[in-house]
Structures are given as structure tokens and as C-alpha cells.
């Protein structure tokens, strides 16, 4: 059995936002989601030992796993595709759209709470992800698609830090979210507009879900391409998937032939099961033949 170690969980949407830590084994961030693998892998409740974020002692910045990277993107991108061929290698540890990362931002925005106090709280929890102990060298952070919206706050903390944007043309997306749901999809459904106002444009004619669609999608890109500081790589959804070489490039990753093959068999799976499930293409996506070499 790996030896388990504590990280973020989640944090309480609140006026005060608390970030809890449990802990977990390495497993988790084999998963496609963080907090999918904690749900899968965690232990019984009585077994659980926890604990609020502020009570652990991070190790010095010399002693953290350095950051490769942030992933940015809209919805339904290849992000988790992407995410799990670049977890898939020994040496890094992915992040993948945690819910501690989530829930304070969530509290940020509800509860118009004083943007110092939600940098010190996110650079806590960041660092804490960053804690060593599983054999990894770096680590990667994929945020959640809404996550872009709020992309000021990571290049406050990160202002050198490289990261990525990764698009998708707006029909076929707008397309594929109207017969889809969860996420902001179910803001639009949501009885008081809470959440809506934060990332819909006031100009925006977002009169029926379509148009909100649009509108929502639209944000996404706008947020990314104004927070263009010299550290970012824009792709485009399915072409950066024969990509991956200067993606790693761009996040000063070298992976092994082995590696690179290894990373790049996650293209004949569905991203979003844990266990391997054939991926069904669409006209949209059509795969070239697996590139080793780079």
C-alpha cells in the first residue's frame, strides 16, 4: 500500500471560505478529476484522518515541486485528455481541477471577499499540492474551464509561470454543450442568477441558453487572450492532440520515447473513465497516426 499524505480535499463556500486536507494515497492523481480519485480511493470515514489547510507547515519554496505549468481552457476541449497524457509520466504529478481550488474561488465571487485574503488562501493550497513525497519531479495544474475567468489571480502568485489556453471552434462546441449538462451549463437552470452575472457580458444578448452558451464561450477566450503576459501557448481542439512535443516544450518537459508512447496511447481512450473505455471519434476529431518522435 503507498504511503498516504495529506493535501486540499476541498474547500467550504462560505463568507469564510476553510480548506480541508485528508489523507490520501499517490493513486488520486491517476484519476482524470482530483476529487474523483479521492471519492474512489479514500479511506472509511472513521479511518479518515483530516485537517484545516492553515495547520500544515509547508516546506520552503526550495523544497516544492517547481510548477511546469497552468492548463486553461474552455469546455469540452480535450483539457482531461491532455491532463492524463501528461500525468501519465513518472515524472509529474497532475492536479486536475480540484475542488479546494474551486470552492474558494466560488467563495470569492459570492461573498465579494477581499482579493488579498483569497491569494494568500490559493497560494496555501497551490503550495500544498506541491509538497513532495510520491518520487515525482514537477508538477501540472488543470483548472477547471471557469476557472480562466478568474486567471489574474494565478498570475498575481505566478507572474513567470508558463501556461496554456486550449480552444475549440465555437459551433461545434455551443453544439456539443446543448446536449450536455453540469458545470456552468446548470447556472443557466439556476433559479436566482448568482453565479451567471460574474461571466456573462452585461452587452451580451444571453436571452435563451444558446445565446448564453455563446456568450459563456466567448468569455473563455476573452479572458485568456487579455491575460496574454509572453508565458502563454494557444491550441486549438482536436489539432493540438499532434501537438503534444511543443506542449511539453513549452512546459520544460522532457519525456522518454517510452514516455511519449505511453502518453500518447490515452488518445485511443475516453480521458473521462478511469479505466480504459474505447474513445468513439467524431467527424470532428479524427486522429493522425501516433507521432513518437519529437
Known amino acids: 500500500m503507498p504511503k498516504p499524505f495529506s493535501f486540499p480535499i476541498h474547500t467550504c463556500v ?40 492553515g495547520d500544515i507547515t509547508a516546506p520552503t519554496e526550495e523544497e516544492l515541486l517547481p510548477i511546469r505549468g497552468f492548463i486553461f481552457h474552455t469546455s469540452h476541449c480535450g483539457s482531461t485528455l491532455l491532463g492524463r497524457m501528461l500525468g501519465s509520466s513518472s515524472q509529474v504529478r497532475m492536479i486536475s481541477e480540484p475542488e479546494s481550488i474551486n470552492g474558494l474561488l466560488l467563495s470569492y465571487l459570492l461573498n465579494q471577499l477581499p482579493e488579498a485574503q483569497i491569494l494568500t488562501q490559493l497560494k496555501q493550497i497551490i503550495e500544498a499540492y506541491r509538497i513532495p513525497g510520491d518520487g515525482k519531479k514537477s508538477i501540472v495544474f488543470k483548472l477547471t474551464s471557469w476557472n480562466v475567468f478568474l486567471i489574474h489571480l494565478f498570475q498575481k502568485l505566478y507572474p513567470n509561470t508558463p501556461w496554456m489556453y486550449i480552444d475549440r ?48 464561450v466567448a468569455g ?20 493540438f492532440l499532434n501537438s503534444i512535443p511543443q506542449i511539453l516544450a513549452h512546459f520544460q518537459l522532457s519525456f522518454s520515447e517510452e514516455e511519449l508512447e505511453k502518453s500518447l496511447a490515452f488518445q485511443r481512450y475516453n480521458s473521462k473513465e478511469f479505466e480504459p473505455v474505447l474513445f468513439e471519434y467524431s467527424a470532428e476529431h479524427s486522429p493522425k497516426p501516433f507521432q513518437t518522435s519529437v
Open 169 to 216: 471552434n465555437s459551433e461545434n462546441l455551443v453544439k456539443t454543450l446543448k446536449n450536455k449538462d453540469g458545470g456552468f451549463i446548470e447556472w443557466w437552470h439556476h433559479p436566482v442568477d448568482m453565479l451567471r452575472k460574474h461571466f456573462v457580458d452585461n452587452s451580451s444578448s444571453s436571452v435563451d441558453f444558446e445565446s448564453y452558451l455563446r456568450s459563456i
Open 14 to 53: 462560505t463568507g469564510n471560505p476553510v480548506t480541508y486536507c485528508e489523507e490520501i494515497i499517490p493513486e488520486v492523481f491517476q484519476y482524470p478529476f482530483f476529487n474523483q480519485g479521492v471519492s474512489a480511493t479514500r479511506k472509511p470515514l472513521n479511518d479518515r484522518k483530516s485537517s484545516i489547510l
Open 220 to 239: 473563455h477566450r476573452k479572458s485568456a487572450v487579455k491575460a496574454q503576459n509572453g508565458n502563454e501557448l494557444f491550441v486549438l481542439y482536436p489539432d
